[in-house]
């Protein structure tokens, strides 16, 4: 018996091909994120500066005069923050009443297919959509349409996660805490949100990851101001779109902004969805697989 | 008999199928009795009648009574999760707690504010892993997740979970099907253990752990009690044709 490898026999072949098509994928794709951080880093380092993170745009600013960008980062802040947690008020429930009553039913496909749909619809279309209510309904851009827009967006993401999360729930656990005289209140907070609540958060820094940098769908909703919002009804500037506009711009120094911009987004960015899976992972030490 | 759970004409239903039919039984008090039939005979059904799981089940309908210490458990009046904290139940397959060992143990005291103090909590922890033989597998390590542990440690840790609540009766499903050989003679041995004090029930597949373990005998076969008594009698002399056929291993 002869048990040296073969290495020209097809099935060796094969699974080498197929090896090297992954690998180069990989490269692939590890070479385009790679590129893309330095591109944004070499270009937008220099030009990061303290004031741009400390101020608002003064007088000349789109032409390569003093001032920051303060106003977006606070505006993008808001933005994601009231996006994510309207997003959270409203897909909490469906998850629940999907899980609760109706299940794997016809319905709950349904239901699951129509936010399969919603999660593809491009944010740009939820802007426009955004946009439209907003002339019927007589607003104008403001923070809270912008709100509005950008939780429309991030619902379907977070809504599926939690699904996931609710229906991988093991029925074993509920009973074993029933079967030792629990109440089903006790089972729900002592049991199941401890079994849950590490996908529940990193279903939510995920869909807040992806609204934070989402440009189209506050383009027409949130509007664009130099100012910092005061109220809900006051427009704001936000991140992407101070990217957009100043990447446009025909001033060179003002470019080198919009890649610092650029920088700063995708440094909040790293550091939700870096802290949601460190924060995942210390919850998750304790769940039930 | 001292009879610890009795069965009186009890009738229990999925939807439209019968599950058990017109049971009516004595479990003696302190003994490990077993209850033993084929798959579908009900074996599982009557456990769950117990500690009222049985009503867990959508669908599922109930007639008769269960007395535990001459109370129906079944009485408007009752309060189930205090049936449940006298009727203890180790499953099939162990299920931790999404929490370190320690957590695991303290919980049903917790909830039932069985212990006041820290230092009380502790040491009925270190108690009730030493009654189950884990103390010295896992004092290291009690805050380490209780899925860390393998699946025979896990039973075991299920079973000091079941008795930190201080049950009186102790319901085990086939609880040593799901184990590899050492670790199921480890919780036989700690079931053996403990029967001078609780109540055991358990439901078995295996002939040969029934006769190992049981000192009482519920013979079942299509939801239906043909015979029960005391191990020895059903084992040396059944009465009836089917319990016979079934300690033969025709079926």
């Known amino acids: 018996m002869s048990i040296k490898k073969k290495h020209f026999e097809r099935r060796h072949l094969v699974e080498f091909l197929m090896k090297t098509i992954m690998r180069i994928a990989l490269v692939i794709v590890a070479g385009a994120l790679g590129l893309i951080l330095w591109t944004i880093i070499t270009r937008g380092l220099p030009s990061l500066s303290w004031s741009m993170v400390t101020q608002i745009p003064k007088g000349g600013y789109y032409m390569g005069k003093e001032g920051g960008i303060l106003n977006a980062i606070i505006g993008s802040a808001y933005l994601a923050s009231g996006g994510t947690l309207l997003a959270i008020l409203l897909s909490l429930p469906i998850a629940l009443y999907l899980k609760a009553y109706l299940g794997d039913s016809k319905w709950g496909d349904y239901v699951r297919l129509a936010l399969d749909v919603l999660w593809g619809i491009p944010s740009i279309v939820y802007g426009a959509f955004g946009f439209a209510l907003m002339i019927m309904l007589g607003m104008r851009a403001s923070l809270l349409a912008g709100i509005i827009a950008l939780a429309l967006v991030t619902l379907p993401i977070m809504t599926r996660a939690m699904d996931e999360v609710i229906r991988r729930m093991p029925v074993d656990l509920e009973h074993a805490a029933l079967a030792l005289g629990s109440t089903k209140f006790e089972v729900a907070i002592q049991v199941v949100t401890r079994q849950m609540l590490p996908g529940i958060i990193t279903g939510i820094l995920l869909a807040f990851g992806r609204g934070i940098g989402d440009a189209a769908s506050v383009l027409f909703t949130a509007g664009y101001t130099d100012r910092i919002p005061t109220s809900l009804m006051n427009p704001t500037a936000s991140l992407p779109l101070a990217v957009f506009f100043q990447l446009g711009s025909p001033y060179p120094e003002v470019r080198e902004r919009g890649y610092a911009a650029a920088l700063i987004l995708t440094i909040i960015v790293l550091i939700v969805s870096l802290g949601s899976r460190l924060l995942a992972s210390r919850l998750n030490k304790y769940t039930v697989k | ?251």
């Open chain 2, 1 to 251: 008999m001292n009879a610890h759970i009795q069965a009186k004409n009890l009738n229990a239903f999925y939807g439209s199928q019968q599950a058990l039919k017109d049971v009516n039984i004595e479990i003696p008090r302190n003994k490990i009795t077993a209850i033993m039939g084929p798959s579908g005979c009900g074996k599982t059904t009557l456990l769950k009648t117990f500690n009222r799981f049985f009503e867990l089940t959508e669908n599922a309908r109930l007639s008769g009574e269960v007395l535990v210490d001459g109370q129906n458990i079944y009485d408007k009046d009752v309060d189930v999760t205090e049936v449940r904290k006298v009727v203890g139940l180790l499953a099939q397959r162990p299920s931790p707690l999404p929490m370190s060992i320690y957590d695991n143990i303290a919980y049903g005291m917790r909830i039932h504010k069985m212990k006041n103090e820290r230092k009380e909590y502790k040491a009925a922890v270190r108690h009730y892993l030493e009654i189950t033989g884990l103390w010295d597998e896992v004092h290291k390590r009690l805050h380490d997740p209780a899925t860390s542990l393998s699946i025979g440690q896990q039973q075991r840790l299920c079973l000091a979970r079941g008795l930190a609540v201080e049950p009186e009766i102790i319901l085990g499903d086939e609880p040593t099907s799901a184990l590899d050989p050492i670790s199921s003679q480890n919780i036989e041995q700690r079931l053996h253990e403990l029967s001078n004090q609780y109540t055991i029930v358990i439901v078995t597949h295996t002939l040969r752990q029934a006769k190992r373990l049981a000192d009482h005998v519920i013979f079942m076969y299509l939801g239906e009690v043909i015979e029960a008594g005391s191990a020895k009698d059903i084992f040396n002399h059944p009465q009836h044709e089917r319990t016979k056929q079934y300690l033969e291993g025709q079926f």
